[in-house]
């Protein structure tokens, strides 16, 4: 697999995991979605779920399975969050390794093309899906008011590399707006 297809998320949502709707995960004909935590869900130094997310989760785990995956190593911060949306996780998951993406979609009992991968970076949450065949689905970070007002470097380099090495930040499909 080349860098490109590494790189290249299936769909690109404007706007944060919310906008991610039970429209668009029928249209892609998904059953399961491995979900990142931090800032795809809630932003890096929160610890609980938003009433909105909560709101989400409800109206979408009707229609597929969920499954937190984080690269975080905090029990306390994400089972935290995990157990307030009544989710399974996998911390430590050092994406992008693929064991506990594996394991979130053995304990699912789906296959990875049935499965959305829904993350906030490209280096992680994409290349992870990408080199397991899952849909990639890549979301704009919720990030907390102190540090919306700075720039992300480490997302602006991977943007920059990726564009570099040939996969475009413009989706392969018909980008999804916000409501």
Known sequence: MTWKNLLQPDLIVSGSVLSLTPDIIHQYKLKGLVLDVDE????IRISGASPELKQWVEQIRTDVAMCLVSNNLSESRIGSIARSLNLPYYLGAAKPSRRKIQEALKQMNLPANQVGMVGDRLFTDVI???RLG???ILVEPIVHPDIALRSHPIRNFEVWVSEALGASIIPKETKIQKP
């Open 128 to 130: 992870v899906g990408n």
């Open 40 to 43: 795809t869900l809630v932003p």
């Open 134 to 136: 899952m849909f990639t």
